[in-house]
C-alpha cells in the first residue's frame, strides 16, 4: 500500500472504531492475493473504508459547524445527501453541507472530490441497479481504497481546516 495508516495526517484525529475500519480494508487487500478463490465483485474490500470515510466525513462536518449535533449524533443525517451538489434547491438550505463546504473553501473543488470520492467508493459500489454492471476487480479495489485515503488526507488539510488531533 502508499503508505503505513498511521503516517496520515488525520489518524490521530480519526475515533478508533474508524481505525479498525481501515486496518480491516488493509488487512483484506494485502492478504486477498494469496487467497485461491477468486471473486466476482470485490467490493467487500472497500466496504470498511467506505464505512471509515464517511464516519470521518460526519466528524470533520460536525467539528467544522457544518452540521449540529442532532445531524451528527442521529440516525437520519445523510453523507450522500448533504454533499451531492445536484441536490434541489428546496433541499440544498436545509440539508446541503456541499454549499457550505463551497463557501467554506472557497471554491468547490474540495468539495468535489468528497462528492466524486463519495459516489465511487460508495453509492455506485453498494447499490444494484438492473442492467447496470457495478461489479469491481481487485485492482480497482485496490485503487477506490487508496483514493478515499488520499481524500481523507485532502479534506483534512485543505480550505485551513486547523482541527485538533
Known amino acids: 500500500m502508499e503508505k503505513a495508516l498511521e503516517k496520515h495526517i488525520w489518524w490521530n484525529y480519526i475515533h478508533d472504531d474508524l481505525k479498525d475500519l481501515l486496518r480491516e480494508s488493509e488487512i483484506l487487500i494485502k492478504k486477498i492475493r494469496s487467497w485461491k478463490e477468486k471473486f466476482h465483485d470485490y467490493a467487500f474490500l472497500v466496504f470498511p473504508a467506505a464505512k471509515a470515510y464517511e464516519g470521518y466525513l460526519k466528524t470533520l462536518f460536525y467539528d467544522l459547524g457544518l452540521i449540529g449535533a ?48 463519495w459516489k465511487e467508493g460508495r453509492n455506485l459500489l453498494f447499490h ?26 485532502l479534506a483534512y488539510s485543505g480550505c485551513k481546516m486547523n482541527l485538533k488531533e
Open 70 to 117: 442532532e445531524e451528527y449524533f442521529g440516525k437520519r443525517f445523510r453523507i450522500g445527501r448533504a454533499l451531492n451538489p445536484n441536490l434541489e434547491k428546496d433541499f440544498r438550505e436545509n440539508e446541503s453541507v456541499y454549499d457550505k463546504l463551497v463557501d467554506f473553501c472557497g471554491g468547490d473543488t474540495l468539495p468535489n472530490l468528497l462528492w466524486e470520492t
Open 128 to 153: 444494484w441497479f438492473p442492467k447496470e454492471r457495478n461489479v469491481i476487480d481487485y485492482e480497482e479495489a485496490k485503487r477506490i481504497y487508496q483514493k478515499i485515503l488520499l481524500t481523507m488526507d
